[in-house]
């Protein structure tokens, strides 16, 4: 059964580093999505993204963060400087068309 | 603006016991309806969904969950739990009306289930 995929598993990066976290969403899916959840938090949407633009973000989703598509296959996330809150799970997910998201395991981003 | 809320962030429960996770969210159009489940190391995955239709729907693993417009509820049910049910069940909501499939998904806090044998 295909799946999303994201790498790396952990993330361990210093304040103020650029990281880039790696989704490789199912391969007929349209639409993308980048997700966080804080330790001990609710899950948090980030970013939504179709057609190779995004579509809606959150107010977290601030001019630190981006998205591509670079490829066709993946999808990234880049954090420009990181800060120590931005410390969570970040999570990836793809959709078909219906509403229903199918979630990556995420990847654990750990800022010192 | 779209909430969901999850009474119950901590249940335990013996196995075999019933079980029944609630959640109300708020919004005044129509919606989806969701319960994921996270076990300990593992990621999100669907339980069941809500589009339309028979308001009682039945998910994976012998779960099922009840929509009721008038209560803004989709609570989660089981009828007697097992060991491996441990884990962390999150409601979710997006909203029907928007086309295509860009809608977020609002989380509620989530409620961590712990079964003991």
């Known amino acids: 059964e295909p799946e999303v995929t994201q790498t790396p598993s952990h993330q361990v990066t210093q304040m103020g580093q650029e990281v880039i976290l790696r989704c490789v969403p199912i391969?007929?899916?349209?639409?993308f999505y980048w997700y966080r959840q804080i330790l001990g938090q609710k899950v948090e949407f980030l970013v939504s993204?179709?057609?190779?633009?995004?579509?809606?973000k959150s107010e977290i989703f601030d001019d630190q963060f981006s998205v591509e598509r670079p490829d066709g296959s993946n999808f990234t996330l880049k954090i420009r400087s990181t800060k120590l809150e931005d410390s969570a799970m970040y999570f990836c997910?793809?959709?078909?068309?219906?509403?229903?998201?199918?979630f990556g395991p995420g990847t654990r981003l750990t800022v010192l | 603006a779209q909430s969901v809320s999850q009474h119950n962030h901590h249940v335990i429960l013996s196995e075999a016991a019933s079980l029944e996770l609630g959640c109300n969210y708020s919004?005044?159009?129509?919606?989806?309806l969701f319960w994921y489940v996270q076990y300990p190391g593992q990621h999100l995955q669907l339980l069941l969904k809500?589009?339309?239709?028979?308001?009682l729907v039945k998910g994976i693993k012998g779960f099922e969950a009840e929509f009721i417009k008038s209560k803004f509820s989709f609570n989660l049910r089981k009828p007697s739990v097992q060991w491996s049910d441990t884990a962390e069940y999150f409601c979710?909501?997006?909203?029907?009306?928007?086309?295509?499939?860009?809608?977020?998904?609002?989380f509620g806090a989530g409620t961590r289930l712990a079964v003991h044998p």
């Open positions: 979710a909501v997006n909203a029907q009306e928007r086309t295509g499939g860009y809608n977020k998904l609002i």
């Open positions: 809500y589009f339309s239709g028979d308001p």
């Open positions: 919004y005044g159009g129509t919606v989806n």
């Open positions: 997910a793809s959709a078909p068309q219906n509403n229903e998201q199918f």
């Open positions: 391969s007929n899916h349209l639409y």
């Open positions: 993204f179709y057609n190779n633009e995004i579509s809606e």
